[in-house]
C-alpha cells in the first residue's frame, strides 16, 4: 500500500445518493481502519492534539485502533469528547487535527476524522455505555440548549458528579446536530440519538418544550428553582436576509427554515405532517456549509439547485469535502455573483432572480479579497425557489430577558473563553451565543471550558 | 406529555381543549401564544391562548381543523394527551405592559372574527379583573359559527354579535358594526383591538384608518418553529421587515402590509391539502383514482 495516501473511504454513488436521504459516507471497516491506524507515526509531541480544540489523545487511540483494541480507542476518545460519531463526521478535520498531522508534511495526512467514525461507530454497535460518576454531589447546575455545546457541557459536568437538566426550547435536544445538518451527513436516529442517549446516561435530564427566557427565566432557575449556576449554550439561530427586493415572495425561504422542515420536522418524508415547499429549480444564496447542506437536501427532494456566491471558489467557507461532494451529486455552482432583486409574479411566486457579477478586490477585514460589483453585468437566473443561507446570530430572548448580562454589539454574549464566565456571578456561556454561527467542535470546546469554569466556580462558593 | 383535561366542540371544525402546562399556564399573558405538537408526525401549530388557569397549571386552546395535524388533533379527547406543548411565545399585548394609568384612562374596542374570538376573549377578561370596561363585537359566518358567546358576555361591558347571514345577532361583517358604533351611536374608542381572519383584520384597519382609530391587529401567519429560528412568519410593517413569532404577534394594524401577509399565507396551501388527502383517503387514494397519475 502507499504510505502516502489515506486508505480511501467508501462512498455511496454520487448519482444514487442525489436521490435519497440515506447517509453520503460509509466509514472504514476494522480492517480499513487497522490499515489507516498502521499510518500513523505516533509523535511523541503530537501536534495533532493541539488541533484539536477538546484535546482527544489522538496517538493513543489510533494505537488502540491499530492494536484491534477498538473498546479502549472508545475509551481514550471519552475521556475528552461525549460526541465522537458526530465529530467524526462533521469535523472540519483538515483545518484542525489533521491540519497540523506529520504525516500530512509529505503526502496525504492520517484520517483522524474516519478513524474517530469508526471507533464511535463500533461502540455504538456493540453497545458500549460511557462510564458515570460513582457519586452525585447534589448540587444542580442548568444547561440551556441542548446543542454541541451544551450537550458536552452537561457530560463533564455529570460526569464530576454535578445534578445537570437541560433545557431545550425545541421538542427534540440536539440543537443544530438535530434541525440544521441533514440526514445524509449525520444521521439522526442512530448517530445523534445515540450519542444525546450516551450523555443521558451520564446523568443528565433533559426538559424539552422550554423556552428559558420566556416559559421560565434564569433568575427563576437560580431563585426558585434551586440551580446554583447556569450554562447558556442556546446557540445562534436567527436568520440573516438581505434586504433586497422581493424577499417576502412566495418561495424565498431562510436556510434555516428549509432545513429545519426537512430535518427536524421531516417533511421529507411521505409520513409526516410538515409540508416543504420543494421547489424544481432552487438557488441557494451563500456558500458555507449550511448553504451546501440545503443545496444537497433541494437536490434530493427532486429540484434543479443552484449556490450563487458572491466570491470565488478558493474563498467558500464550506468545507472542500462538502463543496466537492455537491458537485459531484450534480449542484451548479455560479461564482461571483450576487442576488440583487427577486422577481414575483402576480399571486407573489417567485418565478425569477436578477443577479450581478463580481471581481475580486482588495481583501477586507476578514482577509478574504473583498467582492465588487461589475457595472452592467446583470442578468437573470429562473428559479421558483431561493434559499438565503447567509449566516445567523444569537437569538437575544435570554439576554433580554436576564438582567446585567451583558452582550456585545452583535447581540452575542460576552464570555471569558477560557471559563465561559459572563458579567452575571453563576452564569456561565459558550458555543454560537457568544462567538456568533461557529462549528460544532468549537461549541464543544467552549461548553467543556463552561464545565470547567462552572465547576472552579461552585468548588469557591461551596 | 401534556394531559388534555377537557375536549369539548364548540361549533364545526372549531374545537377547545384544556390542556396541562405548568410552566406556560404560570407565566403566559394576554396576546402570547403557544405551538403544540400532537404526535411525533405532527406539525408544530402555532395556537392562540384562549384561557389559563395558573393554580391548575392548565391552558385553553382553541383551534380550527385547517390541515391534516389539526384534522387529527380533533379526534383526540379528555385523558389523550399532546407530545408537545410549548410557550408562552410572543410578546404579551401592549396593555400588560404599559403604565397601568394609561390605559386605564383607555376606551377599548375589541372586534373578533370567527376563531379569533379565543385570543380576544383572555385581552377582555384582564380588562375586567383590572376593573376597565370594554367593547367587544363579535363576527360570525353563520350562527352554528359563533364560539364563546356566554363567556364573552359575561366579561365585555357591551356585547355585539354579527353575521354574515344574520341568522343570528346583527347582519353583516363587522366594519358595519364598528361604523355603526363610531358614526351613529356616537362612542369614543381610543384604541381598537381587530383579531381574526387576514381579510378581516385588513378591512377593520381600512376603516379605523379613516375613523382616526388606533388599531392593533394579531397576526397569524405560517410558522416553523416560533422562536425566531426560521423566518417563515416574516411580514412586512410599516416598510421593516418583522416575525410574528418574536417580533409580535401583535402588531399596529395600519402598517401591516396585509396583502403580502396573505399571499405569503397561501405557501403551503396546496401541500396542505396533498397531505389532508392523503390522511383522508390514505394510500388508496395514490394512483386508485386514474386521474392524478
Not at chain 2, 5 to 16: D, N, P, S, V
Not at chain 2, 121 to 132: A, D, F, L, T
Request: aromatic share 6%.
Amino acid at each position: 500500500m502507499d504510505l502516502l495516501k489515506k486508505v480511501p473511504v467508501r462512498e455511496q454513488d454520487a448519482k444514487a445518493r442525489a436521490k435519497n436521504f440515506e447517509e453520503v459516507c460509509y466509514g472504514y471497516n476494522a480492517e480499513e481502519a487497522q490499515k489507516e491506524a498502521a499510518r500513523c507515526l505516533k509523535c511523541k509531541n503530537a501536534k495533532c492534539m493541539g488541533g484539536c480544540p477538546v484535546s482527544i489523545n489522538i496517538p493513543a487511540f489510533i494505537r488502540e485502533v491499530e492494536a484491534g483494541d477498538f473498546e479502549a480507542a472508545a475509551n481514550v476518545i471519552a475521556e475528552a469528547s461525549a460526541l465522537p460519531a458526530v465529530c467524526g463526521r462533521v469535523c472540519p478535520q483538515e483545518s484542525q487535527c489533521e491540519g497540523q498531522c506529520i504525516r500530512g508534511i509529505k503526502g496525504e495526512p492520517v484520517s483522524i476524522g474516519k478513524l474517530e467514525r469508526f471507533v464511535a461507530d463500533w461502540s455504538r454497535e456493540h453497545g458500549f455505555v460511557p462510564k458515570a460518576a460513582k457519586e452525585k454531589n447534589g448540587r444542580r447546575v442548568a444547561v440551556v440548549g441542548s446543542g454541541p455545546a451544551g450537550l458536552t457541557c452537561a457530560g463533564d459536568l455529570a460526569k464530576m458528579g454535578y445534578e445537570v437538566t437541560i433545557f431545550e426550547a425545541l421538542h427534540e435536544p440536539g440543537g443544530v446536530l438535530t434541525y440544521g445538518i441533514p440526514e445524509f451527513r449525520l444521521p439522526k436516529e442512530t448517530v445523534v440519538h445515540t450519542e444525546i442517549e450516551n450523555v443521558k446516561k451520564l446523568g443528565v435530564k433533559i426538559e424539552t418544550d422550554v423556552i428559558i427566557g420566556k416559559s421560565v427565566t434564569i433568575d427563576e432557575l437560580m431563585e426558585e428553582e434551586g440551580y446554583e449556576a447556569v450554562f447558556i449554550g442556546s446557540g445562534a439561530g436567527l436568520p440573516k436576509f438581505m434586504g433586497i427586493p422581493g424577499e417576502n415572495a412566495n418561495g424565498v425561504f431562510s436556510a434555516n427554515e428549509y432545513l429545519t422542515r426537512s430535518n427536524l420536522m421531516k417533511a421529507f418524508r411521505e409520513d409526516y405532517d410538515t409540508p416543504i415547499a420543494a421547489g424544481k429549480k432552487v438557488a441557494v444564496v451563500g456558500g458555507g456549509n449550511v448553504a451546501m447542506d440545503a443545496a444537497r437536501t433541494a437536490l434530493r427532494l427532486g429540484a434543479e439547485v443552484y449556490i450563487v456566491y458572491r466570491r470565488s471558489e478558493a474563498e467558500l467557507p464550506a468545507r472542500v469535502e462538502e463543496v466537492h461532494h455537491a458537485k459531484e451529486e450534480g449542484v451548479e455552482f455560479h461564482l461571483l455573483t450576487n442576488p440583487v432583486e427577486i422577481l414575483t409574479d402576480e399571486k407573489g411566486w417567485v418565478t425569477g432572480m436578477v443577479v450581478r457579477k463580481m471581481e475580486l478586490g482588495e481583501p477586507d477585514e476578514s482577509g478574504r479579497r473583498r467582492p465588487v460589483e461589475i457595472p452592467g453585468s446583470d442578468y437573470t437566473i429562473e428559479v421558483d425557489t431561493v434559499i438565503m443561507s447567509l449566516g445567523t446570530s444569537p437569538n437575544p430572548l435570554i439576554s433580554s430577558t436576564t438582567e446585567g448580562l451583558e452582550v456585545n454589539r452583535r447581540k452575542c454574549i460576552v464570555a471569558e473563553a477560557e471559563n465561559g464566565q459572563t458579567s452575571r456571578p453563576g452564569v456561565f456561556a459558550g458555543g454560537d451565543a457568544v462567538t456568533g454561527a461557529a462549528t460544532v467542535i468549537l461549541a464543544m470546546e467552549a461548553g467543556k471550558h463552561g464545565a470547567k469554569g462552572i465547576h472552579e466556580y461552585l468548588s469557591q462558593k461551596a | 406529555m401534556y394531559q388534555i383535561l377537557k375536549a369539548e366542540r364548540l361549533a364545526e371544525k372549531i374545537f377547545l381543549m384544556d390542556v396541562e402546562a405548568p410552566r406556560v399556564a404560570k407565566t403566559c399573558q394576554p396576546g402570547e401564544f403557544v405551538i403544540v405538537k400532537m404526535d411525533e408526525r405532527g406539525e408544530r401549530i402555532p395556537l392562540t391562548i384562549c384561557d389559563y388557569n395558573r393554580n391548575a397549571g392548565t391552558v385553553t386552546i382553541v383551534f380550527q381543523i385547517v390541515g391534516a395535524s389539526t384534522r387529527r388533533m380533533a379526534g383526540l379527547g379528555k385523558g389523550d394527551a399532546f407530545q408537545d406543548f410549548v410557550g408562552p411565545l410572543g410578546q404579551p399585548s401592549e396593555f400588560v405592559k404599559e403604565n397601568f394609568d394609561e390605559v386605564k384612562g383607555r376606551k377599548y374596542l375589541f372586534v373578533a372574527g370567527g376563531v379569533g374570538t379565543a385570543p380576544v376573549y383572555p385581552q377582555v377578561k384582564w380588562m375586567r379583573e383590572h376593573g376597565i370596561e370594554a367593547d367587544v363585537i363579535v363576527g360570525a359566518k353563520t350562527k352554528d359559527l359563533l364560539i364563546l358567546e356566554e363567556e364573552m358576555k359575561a366579561v365585555a361591558a357591551n356585547l355585539y354579535i354579527t353575521t354574515d347571514d344574520g341568522s343570528y345577532g346583527r347582519k353583516g361583517m363587522v366594519t358595519e358594526v364598528i361604523r355603526d358604533l363610531v358614526e351613529n351611536q356616537g362612542r369614543q374608542y381610543d384604541i381598537c383591538v381587530a383579531i381574526g381572519p387576514m381579510i378581516m383584520m385588513k378591512f377593520v384597519c381600512l376603516l379605523t384608518k379613516e375613523l382616526g382609530l388606533p388599531t392593533i391587529v394579531s397576526m397569524n401567519p405560517v410558522m416553523v418553529d416560533g422562536t425566531g429560528m426560521c423566518g417563515a412568519c416574516r411580514l412586512s410593517v410599516g416598510g421593516e421587515v418583522k416575525f410574528a413569532c418574536v417580533d409580535g404577534p401583535e402588531f399596529d394594524g395600519h402598517l401591516v402590509d396585509f396583502d403580502e401577509a396573505m399571499k405569503r399565507q397561501q405557501i403551503y396551501k396546496t401541500e396542505e391539502g396533498r397531505a389532508m388527502l392523503r390522511l383522508a383517503e390514505g394510500e388508496t387514494h395514490h394512483g386508485g383514482c386514474g386521474h392524478c397519475g
